[in-house]
């Protein structure tokens, strides 16, 4: 593995002209051995170290956010796949109990239960009844007093949030 030194030695020969790394320069010097994702701190360097190549506009930021998608949705598609979920699942169980400790990971055993209540007919008119609530509350203006009873809504605090939508 090579020393901090060395990895800003390589970087200083692969920087393009505008002084910014290109895709495939950015991904070497990140690049990591198996045993340094095998532990929390390793982990946590190698995020501090890309967020300050970001902040130190050392790279693009966008083709960053781009290549984290890529990997989001390349580890999404494994880990949702159903044969190698079981093939996980059958390795766990060849270790004693539910908690074990393997690669550097403690791992569980663990199981959830998830209940469909849309067959309950209280349930489903609840339920109605909250979505026609909350789109009344969207349109208020700020105050709405009811005239009959004098109950005071006022409209619901909200945030808006910017993100990309990164699609292939």
Do not use: C, H
């Amino acid at each position: 593995m090579k020393t901090g030194l060395e990895r800003k030695l390589v970087m200083s020969e692969l920087q393009t002209r505008n002084g910014k790394m290109n895709e495939g320069n950015w991904l070497m010097k990140n690049l990591v051995s198996k045993e340094m994702l095998l532990n929390k701190a390793s982990q946590r360097e190698i995020i501090d170290n890309i967020n300050s190549t970001i902040v130190d506009g050392e790279v693009d930021p966008l083709m960053v956010d781009v290549i984290l998608k890529t990997l989001e949705n390349i580890i999404t598609g494994v880990r949702k796949n159903a044969q190698v979920k079981e093939l996980v699942l059958d390795e766990a169980s060849k270790y004693e109990g539910n908690v074990f400790d393997r690669f550097g990971a403690k791992i569980t055993v663990s199981q959830k239960t998830t209940y469909d209540y849309k067959e309950d007919i209280y349930w489903a008119e609840m339920k109605s009844k909250i979505k026609e609530r909350e789109t009344l509350l969207k349109t208020l203006p700020q105050v709405m007093t009811d005239p009959e009873t004098g109950e005071i809504t006022t409209k619901p605090k909200y945030k808006i949030t910017r993100f990309l939508k990164i699609e292939f």
